[in-house]
């Protein structure tokens, strides 16, 4: 029996998948993520972030963003940056725009909802510094780490 990944329905014939992955098994992440957003009442606000990923080594192939290495390495990404900010209200997801040497320090946008209301300012700060104090604790908590074998 075929298992389609990342929420793909084995069709029959073929996995039919979700618009954001595409492969065989559906397991490879598009470049891009669809939303509704944003709803009545709400704004899309990003900030740009740089993490460095100590448990991955950095390679010529990560350069091509059609390659499977870097395709195999944002989905890992995708997945463990959740863990990050996915309990952020309005956490929406991310986005690569650059990896570069360093382990992988890997530059990204991160995308929230936020209520638009008179206080919006105030909103995207606060979620700015849990922003910020996720990656902290996310540091503090990290030791030394081997290829895949982090949560």
Do not use: W
């Amino acid at each position: 029996m075929i298992i389609c990944e990342n929420g793909g329905t084995y069709s029959g014939t073929t996995c039919l998948c979700p618009s954001s992955f595409y492969g065989p098994l559906c397991e490879f992440s598009t470049d891009s993520f669809t939303t509704n957003l944003p709803y009545p009442g709400t704004i899309v606000a990003s900030l740009v972030a740089n993490v460095t990923v100590t448990n991955f080594n950095y390679t010529a192939e990560l350069n091509d963003t059609q390659s499977d290495a870097y395709r195999l390495f944002e989905k890992h990404f995708r997945s463990e940056i959740k863990k990050v900010y996915g309990t952020i209200p309005g956490y929406e997801g991310v986005e690569i725009i650059s990896l570069s040497p360093g382990s992988i320090v890997v530059e990204h946008e991160i995308f929230f909802t936020i209520m638009e209301t008179d206080n919006v300012t105030e909103t995207f700060e606060e979620t700015t510094r849990m922003v910020v104090q996720r990656l902290q604790e996310t540091q503090a908590t990290q030791g030394d780490c081997q290829h895949d074998t982090c949560g």
